[in-house]
């Protein structure tokens, strides 16, 4: 994890993980609504058990929460499934009658879900700066031009100190 992505992933995984957490136990008429919901943005969950989407969103939640939170995982690897669950959310809020006034900015209803462009957001810029911040190899590069230099300047600092030592030597034994 880079050190300029933990405040994203941190901020946005914890936010994920309640979500989830918070949907484990929803009523069924609280899951058709989501479900319905959600099906105005992605037609295909429709076609999914009601019971089977509910755990579904649940525990994709859960998970996406906990790539964001996981060090070991790459940013683009955690970015990758919270861009498109976010671009299934805001194509929903998009596509759901009542939820905007012109088509973008949100009504009163649709703000809730509005506010789902910073999960796009965040998702999208860590695909991004996987793609486009330097590479392991690269950093590895930067590293070892970076030890060598310091290890030319050590070497030529030895050398100005023993011509220094030299020198002191021979104007003490004249």
Do not use: C, H
Not at 62 to 87: E, Q
């Amino acid at each position: 994890m880079k050190l300029r992505q933990i405040p994203a992933r941190v901020a946005a995984g914890a936010f994920l993980i309640n979500s989830g957490v918070n949907k484990l136990d929803l009523s069924e008429e609280t899951v058709a609504y989501l479900q319905e919901l959600g099906a105005q943005g992605v037609p295909q969950i429709k076609q999914i058990d009601r019971d089977q989407f509910g755990k579904l969103l649940a525990y994709g939640e859960i998970a996406m929460g906990a790539l964001l939170l996981l060090p070991f995982v790459p940013g683009w690897v955690a970015g990758l499934p919270v861009t498109a669950f976010s671009a299934g959310l805001l194509n929903a809020y998009r596509k759901t009658p009542g939820m905007t006034v012109d088509g973008i900015r949100p009504t009163q209803e649709g703000t809730g879900m509005a506010k789902d462009v910073f999960l796009f957001g965040i998702g999208a810029s860590l695909v991004l700066d996987g793609f486009t911040g330097p590479s392991k190899r690269q950093e590895a590069k930067r590293e070892r031009k970076g030890r060598i230099a310091a290890e030319k300047q050590a070497a030529k600092a030895e050398k100005i100190a023993a011509k220094a030592a030299a020198r002191a030597a021979r104007n003490g034994n004249e």
